[in-house]
């Protein structure tokens, strides 16, 4: 099973700042990547796809790098509504594991 | 529009049984994979089942292997998971999901649905 691993566990920045969160894989998912947000008491939505394309109405700020083993979510300006925990999950194998979650908070 | 409603959800002891169900609606059922997945209190997501649009193939972690069958009706649209010998550990939010093979991801999710185990 591949394993995932996210960082920081928690990310404590304040509105406008950049976030940067990283998600690394245990071997390599190849581009088959994806982050979903999820706020309290919601249901997750899907942000990226394949590593670094955007779901539709995803805002422009979201962005999705990397390839392998080692991949990163930035939000460039931080906005109220962004603060949430955000997951990583890999489709290389069926059905793909989760990795355990970043939580941004606001500082 | 896409529409996932889960329902079945409650509290039942421990060794008891339980059925989910994920009505959808506004979608072609039969051309998608589904799945549940299962969010724990203060924790993370986890696969519980996944299966094909034509329910031939499924997969189950161990943690729920031999205790819980998922399974669907495309004629009702309609995805079912069938949890037996419920344990404390199975104690979660539990999520219907549809997978878009053209997103390759987990693109709409119902509002999840409380299971709990307690004695």
């Given amino acids: 099973e591949i394993v995932l691993t996210q960082s920081p566990g928690t990310l404590s920045l304040s509105p406008g700042e950049r976030a940067t969160l990283s998600c690394r894989a245990s071997e390599s998912v190849s581009n088959y990547l994806a982050w979903y947000q999820q706020k309290p008491g919601r249901a997750p939505r899907l942000l990226i796809y394949d590593a670094s394309t955007r779901a539709t109405g995803v805002p422009a700020r979201f962005s999705g790098s990397g390839s392998g083993t080692v991949f990163t979510l930035t939000i460039s300006t931080l906005e109220a509504e962004d603060f949430a925990v955000y997951y990583c999950q890999q489709r290389s194998d069926w059905p793909g594991t989760f990795g355990g979650g970043t939580k941004v908070e606001i500082k | ?119």
Wanted: with cysteine; charged share 20%.
């Fill in chain 2, 1 to 119: 529009e896409v529409q996932l409603l889960e329902s079945g959800g409650g509290l039942v002891r421990p060794g008891g049984s339980l059925r989910l169900s994920c009505t959808t609606s506004g979608f072609m059922f039969s051309n998608y994979a589904m799945g549940w997945i299962r969010q724990a209190p203060g924790k993370g997501l986890e696969w519980v089942s996944p299966i094909s649009g034509s329910g031939r193939s499924t997969y189950y972690p161990d943690s729920v292997k031999g205790r819980f069958t998922i399974s669907r009706d495309n004629s009702k649209n309609t995805l079912y998971l069938q949890m037996n010998s419920l344990r404390v550990e199975d104690t979660a939010v539990y999520f219907c999901a549809r997978y878009s093979r053209t997103l390759d991801g987990l693109d709409y999710w119902g509002q999840g649905t409380l299971v709990s185990v307690s004695s």
